[in-house]
């Protein structure tokens, strides 16, 4: 206690006493016990609250021993055993964290990665990537404004995640340990391979593999592409010390519809020690965009053969020419022009509708108008008996599909009756229409959508004059071809809207992200934040099933499926309380990048250790780390004083006490009728 709070206390002793003693026996006659016991109590009572006024303290200071954290991180990945440095990692981990000297002078603190970076004393080497940045990220976060250094037992070799060579802070040092043989070993290896994940059927693809050569002598090897057993396509390339890398592009056509491996492959004449880098596995879906076309006419016209023409020079697209009563095959098409339609195609545009075919409509001049009102709502037409000719108004704000101005303007005009044209509902013009230099705010070509289809309209015969127009123009029909073909593309595509949108990919490889996203919308198709999603996941092989349910974020559903081995998988996303459900597949290929290395990165530990001003070592050079840390002077023990206050008393027994005493000043005073 200070002194201050010393007088107070004597200062209090002295008001009470001289309370007790003017209340009970300054004036008494007779100074008896009783006179005495109820000034005691009332000093004692007086006291106790002056007491709890003052709250006196007591400080006390001791001394704690405060060493600088040595921090140990273990790369915990299967890459270490593969180049097998398993065994000489654990034996200098435990070198260093059994060290006396050590232990005396730092707080010795362990850590592994993988993917992850968290605390451990137990490694089991099976991690399936390596990211180094996140043990950067984690130091910083755990040991904030601290000065210390790191060791870090790995190969350098990251599959995973930001660089790490210049994400470590700077002002504490980092000693790599490099695990791994690092000397020159001859090794061939597929570094990356590029490719689109869909092509189309019929067409070609590109593939780009990136080859990296260590060795000191010139080889020449068959860089090839195999499907099963088959190789599709072989290149011979020539690499040497002065030429360690190769950029390898080659055209492979897709001949088969789905899901296709293939295997990049690049043998060698020479011995390796590593051997699983000389081939990556990799998948491309093969798309069928074939479609089959019904072009519905009642008459003979030129704009049938144009049309056809046009469209089959896609070589996806095929074009049949029907009759309206001939509707026996219609629900095989995707697409149906209906060629100036009249009372004649009523039962083929109500089968159309059942089939929810989307349509293109041209009109002209043997068009029956008040048929075509009838049998939809988007446009609505009012047209006299006489013709006129209509040009081409180009719509630059267009944007339901890229499409780019192929000189409608000066293509010959379109020949259909005059009238005026009212769009209702959702309808975007592509062309518009104008008789001579005048716009008649009309549309020429429009397109229509809704949520449960999609309409186009070409208001006018005689196009086939836009295709020889544009023949004179390029002196080829490409871009009158494109711009039909993008009509079809779009009323091929479906715009129906689901309530339960899933989305995945056909295929991952083993150590990916594994992940399915889903998204479940009302009635007014918002995001609803309710639904209760859950899926089933099947081994197509082993009939295994595991269910998930699906983790809500902030605007999605999600499921990690990190831990599924290589195989085919079946899985359906159920929304249990409507019962909606979607099925599909995916297929987890076979690889390990870890095993993707023959040799430590040492260049990037170098880096690292530069960058922090510290040291790459070997496992042999342990002993020479062990000494270098305890011969460091910038890692000092610090006494740090603590200084702790506690209070004297306890208010709430002291407030007790002097209830207590009151009490029994007040009973003794009751009893002998002093009140």
Known sequence: MNTNTILLLILSVLIAASIAYFQYLYKAKNKSQLSLCLALLRFLSLFSIFLLLINPTITSNTYEIQKTPLVIVMDNSSSIPFLKSKKIAEEVYQKIVSNADLQKKFEIQSYQFDTDFQPSKNFNFKGRQSNLFVVAEGLQKTYKNQFFPTIILTDGNQTTGNDYGLSFDATNKVFPVILGDTTQIFDIKINQINVNKYAFYKNRFPVEAFIQYYGNQTITTNFSILEGNHTLVQKTISLSPTERTALIQLIIPANKIGLQLFKAKIPSSKKEQNQFNNSKNFAVEIIDQKTEVA?????????LGALKRAIESNVQRKVTL?????????????VVILYQPNSSFQTTI?????????PLIITG???DYVFLNQQQNFLQFKMGNQTEDYFAGFNSQFNLFALDNIGFESFPPLQSNFGTITTR??????????IKSINTQSPLLAFAEDEKKRMAFLLGENSWKWRSQSYIDTQNFEKYDLFIDKIIQFLTSSNFRKSLVVTHELFYNSGD????????????????????LSSSIVNIQT??????????????????LDGLTAGNYNFTVTELNSKEKYSSQFEIMEFDIEKQFAKPDFQKLNQLALFTKGKIYLPNQSDELIQQLLKNKEYKTVQKKVVKTTSLIDWFWLLVIISILFSTEWIIRKYNGLL
């Open 295 to 303: 072009l519905i006419s009642a008459i003979n016209h030129p704009d």
């Open 322 to 334: 029907l009759k309206p009563n001939n509707n026996n095959e219609l629900k095989k098409y995707k």
């Open 350 to 358: 109500e089968l159309i509708k059942s089939l929810g075919i989307n």
């Open 365 to 367: 001049t043997a068009t």
């Open 425 to 434: 509902g959702n309808v975007s013009f592509l062309l518009s229409s104008k």
């Open 513 to 532: 992200k594994i992940e399915i996203t889903a998204q479940y919308f009302n009635k007014n198709f918002e995001f609803d934040e309710r639904a209760r």
């Open 543 to 560: 009939k295994a099933v595991k269910n998930y349910d699906l983790l809500k974020g902030s605007n999605s559903f999600k499921i990690n």
